[in-house]
């Protein structure tokens, strides 16, 4: 399973231009194959008059779905390098949709290759992306006389505290690498004279301190 990908934190567009023609690549975080489809619709809408819009997304952590279209430019020109574009750059759940206002210049089939897979890679370094880690759910129970300064001391050695709910005792949530999760016991029952308890539950993505 992949400890970590990338993906972008919100919808953006980023326009370049190559002989004449308009190259406007949005990028947005999806999910679902569904709402990935449901960018590319709203897009293709948005620009009824353009030529083409290409489109390539990523969905999964390990990449399970991954889907490309030329949207009538010629074959693996368009979709196929902007999907690989996505897969180099390790970004997942995110859809990449490029519109092309065709200037009257041809650019052959390497030039559409490097147009649209160059899109979609300025497009990334100029918007930028999160990463996301996968971490072990663990749940810390302490009494309320120690709970304020282990709150404090898990932020200040740069653990994921994801949730703290005050009841008889006091529950903090935090993320943990797995590689941590031996150490993390033993810092535990250091910091809080082994007094709280820890009990280990699933795996999520976070987004990386």
């Known amino acids: 399973m992949q400890e970590q990908y990338r993906t972008v934190a919100r919808e953006a567009v980023h326009e370049v231009e190559i002989n004449k023609s308009r190259f406007l690549c949005t990028l947005a975080p999806a999910a679902t194959e569904q709402e990935a489809q449901e960018v590319i619709q709203r897009i293709r809408k948005e620009h009824p008059t353009a030529n083409h819009n290409c489109f390539a997304y990523v969905i999964g952590a390990d990449g399970d779905v991954q889907k490309a279209s030329d949207d009538g430019e010629p074959g693996g020109t368009a979709g196929v390098p902007m999907l690989q574009m996505l897969v180099r750059r390790e970004v997942r759940y995110a859809v990449a949709v490029v519109t092309r206002y065709f200037g009257g210049v041809k ?66 949530e935090v993320g943990l690498p797995e590689a941590d999760v031996a150490a993390f016991r033993g810092w535990l029952a250091d910091a809080t004279a082994g007094t709280a308890g820890l009990e280990l539950g699933g795996e999520a993505y976070e987004e990386a301190p």
């Open 107 to 172: 650019l052959g089939a390497g030039g559409l290759i490097r147009a649209y897979g160059g899109a979609v890679g300025e497009a990334l370094d100029a918007l930028g992306t999160v990463t996301r880690r996968r971490f072990r759910l663990a749940t810390v129970t302490v009494d309320h006389q120690r709970a304020g300064k282990l709150e404090n001391d898990l932020r200040a050695t740069g653990r994921v505290v994801r949730d703290v709910r005050y009841a008889e005792a006091v529950t903090i």
